[in-house]
């Protein structure tokens, strides 16, 4: 059985699966669907159509599931999907997509999203995340799996950080960061490859060498985007890690951080 406290207003039709609890004063609106052992804190908000999985721990007064803050969106339908195992912490604000984004907003697994940060619509959230206090996403932003996002850091519209990725506090995201690079300051610039995240990741000195010598190609040999694409690419044949870095590079419309 699921553990409702007797002050929380849960809609009937929210399915609130065994083993869950919904604390004080929570709201659980119409159409969410919240997995097994989840934890709701007290006076914290969750609206529908949203689906929370397992595990997840969402924590007092935090609001998941609100209607996109998109001047565009006149009430169509739209959802959040939050996976497995994620703490989502105080005042954190995640919102349903728009019918311009695909509709939906989705949160991968393990994810540790600290207090005040915010998620808008749209949004697309990989695997083992951290968000700092106050990190926040504007619309339809990607994030790589294993990115860490520093405090106060602000990211713009459309743009995509990639996996491994790392923002220092305050830094102001203007336009794409490669897999396991390091940025800072606003605008954003690159400050070398995140060594201590490949090392957490399993990555061994020869994988950790191959990816500094792609940033080095990438922002100091004076080479042109494309040209240093293709001396990347001519050593990536046999690492898939080097592999995504390229095909990140190749597939970023609104270009990298440089």
Same mark, same amino acid.
């Given at each position: 059985m699921? #553990?409702?406290?007797?002050?929380?207003?849960?809609?009937?039709?929210?399915e609130?699966?065994?083993?869950?609890?919904?604390?004080?004063? *929570? @709201?659980?609106?119409p159409?969410? @669907?919240?997995?097994?052992?989840?934890?709701?804190?007290s006076?914290?908000?969750?609206?529908?159509?949203?689906?929370?999985?397992?595990?997840?721990?969402?924590?007092?007064?935090?609001?998941? $599931? !609100?209607?996109?803050? #998109?001047?565009k969106?006149?009430?169509?339908?739209s959802?959040?999907?939050?996976?497995?195992?994620?703490?989502?912490r !105080?005042?954190?604000?995640?919102?349903?997509?728009?019918?311009?984004?695909g509709?939906?907003?989705s949160? $991968? #697994?393990?994810?540790?999203? &600290?207090?005040?940060?915010h998620?808008?619509?749209?949004?697309?959230? /990989?695997?083992?995340?951290?968000?700092?206090? /106050?990190?926040?996403? %504007?619309?339809?932003?990607?994030?790589?799996d294993?990115?860490? +996002?520093g405090?106060?850091? +602000?990211?713009h519209?459309f743009?995509?950080?990639? !996996? $491994?990725?790392?923002?220092? &506090?305050?830094?102001? @995201?203007r336009?794409?960061?490669?897999?396991?690079?390091?940025?800072?300051?606003?605008? *954003?610039?690159?400050?070398?490859?995140?060594?201590?995240? &490949?090392?957490?990741?399993?990555? #061994?000195?020869d994988?950790?060498?191959?990816?500094?010598? %792609?940033?080095?190609?990438?922002?100091?040999? /004076?080479?042109?985007?494309? !040209?240093?694409?293709?001396?990347?690419?001519?050593?990536?044949?046999?690492?898939?890690a080097?592999?995504?870095? @390229?095909?990140? +590079?190749?597939?970023?419309?609104?270009?990298?951080?440089?």
């Amino acid at each position: 059985m699921s #553990d409702i406290h007797p002050t929380a207003i849960v809609d009937p039709s929210a399915e609130i699966a065994a083993g869950s609890g919904i604390g004080p004063y *929570a @709201v659980i609106g119409p159409q969410v @669907v919240i997995e097994a052992d989840c934890q709701i804190g007290s006076h914290a908000v969750v609206n529908g159509p949203t689906r929370i999985g397992s595990g997840t721990r969402i924590f007092q007064f935090a609001s998941v $599931g !609100e209607q996109p803050q #998109d001047k565009k969106f006149e009430g169509e339908t739209s959802r959040l999907e939050i996976g497995r195992n994620n703490t989502i912490r !105080e005042f954190v604000t995640i919102n349903r997509g728009t019918q311009d984004g695909g509709g939906v907003t989705s949160i $991968g #697994d393990g994810n540790w999203i &600290m207090a005040y940060v915010h998620i808008a619509h749209d949004c697309q959230v /990989g695997q083992g995340v951290v968000f700092a206090n /106050g990190a926040s996403l %504007a619309g339809h932003v990607s994030v790589g799996d294993r990115a860490t +996002l520093g405090g106060f850091t +602000l990211v713009h519209q459309f743009c995509r950080l990639g !996996e $491994g990725c790392f923002t220092s &506090m305050g830094s102001c @995201v203007r336009r794409d960061v490669p897999p396991w690079v390091m940025v800072a300051g606003d605008p *954003a610039t690159p400050h070398g490859t995140n060594s201590e995240g &490949m090392r957490r990741r399993g990555f #061994d000195s020869d994988g950790q060498r191959r990816l500094r010598s %792609a940033y080095r190609t990438l922002y100091k040999r /004076g080479l042109r985007l494309q !040209e240093a694409i293709e001396a990347i690419e001519a050593d990536a044949t046999d690492d898939p890690a080097l592999q995504r870095f @390229v095909a990140f +590079l190749q597939a970023s419309p609104r270009g990298i951080v440089r």
